[in-house]
């Protein structure tokens, strides 16, 4: 069975819905930056250790991550899942997880990279909005995109309005990814190709939200 350890800032919706996903894998950790994120409560709930690494007690990148990487090896971790994890790692603990680390971004990536994309759709005028959810890789939001939600932004949507309904497809759409690669229909080969259901994938897979 897959070991997954989920990484977290805040809320952690995405951390709820992958524990309601009884998934083939199993959620061994939750590892915090932030020592009140709402989703440490959610892991407790749910029984899954919790560990609270604050980045501010650390003088750089490199020992925060070093720190991180001794608790993801003491659970004996397979995967690890950013869930709106607000820190961005060193290239050396990102190449140590190469083709193990998933992310999902609240964007059509390769659109929108970085923060405040519901605003930024908004201030395009873009038709089309969603979530990405790819492999990391050191160069920030771009690693190969595996899925997507899609929905379609209405006139009268809002930031907020945006963000719900991204959300909830995120709530969708990750959930299957992982499940993906916990019963290995989403392999990542030594080359660095994916394969998806042993075809190989050549661009994401879309969900959308009507
Ligand atoms: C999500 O929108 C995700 O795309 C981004 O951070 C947010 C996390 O939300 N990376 P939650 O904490 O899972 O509710």
Redesign the pocket.
């Known amino acids: 069975m897959i070991n997954i350890a989920v990484l ?1 800032s ?6 709820q819905a992958l524990i309601d996903a009884n998934l083939s894998g199993k959620i061994v950790g939750v590892v915090s930056n932030r020592p009140n994120a709402y ?1 440490l409560e959610r892991a407790k709930q749910a029984n899954i250790q919790t560990c609270v690494i604050e980045h501010k007690d650390f003088s750089s990148r490199e020992a925060f991550d070093n720190a991180m990487q001794q608790q993801l090896r003491a659970w004996n971790v397979d995967l690890v899942i950013l ?2 994890f607000m820190r961005i790692l060193t290239a050396d603990f990102v190449v140590k997880w190469e083709g193990r680390m998933l ?4 964007s059509l990536l390769p659109s929108y990279k970085g923060m405040h994309t519901h605003q930024r759709v908004l201030n395009t005028g873009d038709v089309w909005h969603g ?1 990405s959810v790819h492999f990391v890789t050191a160069q920030l939001d771009a690693g190969q995109t595996i899925a997507q939600g899609v929905l379609q932004v209405n006139r009268n949507d809002t930031v907020e309005s945006l963000a719900a309904r ?2 909830q497809l ?1 709530h969708l759409v990750y959930p299957q990814v992982v499940e993906w690669f916990c019963n290995q229909q989403l392999i990542y080969q030594s080359n660095g190709k994916i394969s998806h259901k042993n075809k190989p994938l050549t661009r994401p897979i879309q969900f959308c939200q009507m």
């Open positions: 977290v805040g809320s952690g919706s995405n951390l989703a869930a709106g992310n999902i971004h609240p979530c991204v959300h995120e």
